[in-house]
């Protein structure tokens, strides 16, 4: 799982910037750290909220690919659907 944090920081390349939109249910900008996949207990995920879009799914599958050292960025991702956004739920965020 990737989180979605509200902090922009100038200078981080591995992070994929989401614009909020009715879709994805987002108040602000927010970035994606490709670079710090967490695991999660499925029991913590809590409803989801939103979707993103097709094109920035695109995004983080090709980044994902360089920071697990399986491409280079490019060639064609394995899954081209819309993913869920969702909310974790405070107790399992420790």
């Not at 910037?17 to 809590?46: C, F, H, K, T, Y």
């Not at 695109?58 to 280079?72: K, S, Y």
Request: hydrophobic share 40%; aromatic share 2%.
């Amino acid at each position: 799982m990737l989180p979605i944090s509200t902090k922009v920081r100038a200078g981080f390349s591995m992070r994929i910037e989401v614009e909020p939109d009715p879709e994805n249910a987002l108040r602000v900008a927010s970035p994606v750290p490709v670079d710090w996949p967490q695991m999660v207990r499925l029991s913590g995920i809590g409803l989801a909220v939103g979707d993103l879009d097709t094109a920035t799914m695109r995004a983080i599958t090709r980044q994902m690919a360089v920071v697990l050292g399986g491409g280079t960025g490019s060639g064609r991702p394995r899954r081209t659907g819309a993913a869920r956004v969702a909310a974790i739920e405070p107790s399992d965020t420790r």
